[in-house]
């Protein structure tokens, strides 16, 4: 039986590390990089890795979670906000997912999920959008 799974490449084009301060799993087994119980890694600025991985607990299965990353901010400086994805791949429903940010923080490249379908590898580009 094949495994559902989803990635997420993140390329940090800003000059600060993003960092995961809110990660939750609630159905499914993180799978970051294909490693199993890994669960989403923090992005090093000027640096593309695969930020998030998840894959279906048992076979064809659906999988949901959420993540979220801020930019690590130097000592007086303000942050440049978030990212949020919240991701739902449902055995027998319509798929959902989003990519969100705040702030200065901007997105490019983010496609939304087919509504159906199971295997998903999507890639963004986060940027600072006043620097």
Not at 9 to 16: E, K, P, S, V
Not at 21 to 45: A, H, M, R, V, Y
Not at 46 to 57: D, M
Not at 80 to 86: E, F, K, P, R
Request: proline fraction near 5%; glycine fraction near 6%; aromatic fraction near 8%.
């Amino acid at each position: 039986m094949a495994t559902w799974t989803f990635s997420l490449m993140i390329t940090n084009a800003t000059d600060r590390e993003l960092e995961v301060f809110q990660s939750q799993l609630e159905w499914g087994i993180w799978n970051t990089n294909d490693e199993e119980d890994k669960q989403p890694i923090s992005i090093p600025p000027n640096t593309t890795l695969q930020a998030l991985g998840v894959k279906a607990s048992t076979g064809p299965n659906g999988y949901e979670c959420s993540c979220s990353w801020r930019d690590k901010v130097p000592s007086g400086e303000k942050s440049y906000g978030t990212i949020s994805l919240v991701l739902d791949v449902p055995q027998k429903s319509k798929n959902r997912a989003e990519c969100l940010t705040e702030h200065q923080l901007h997105v490019d490249s983010w496609e939304d999920l087919p509504e159906k379908g199971h295997n998903f590898v999507r890639s963004i580009i986060v940027t600072n959008k006043y620097v």
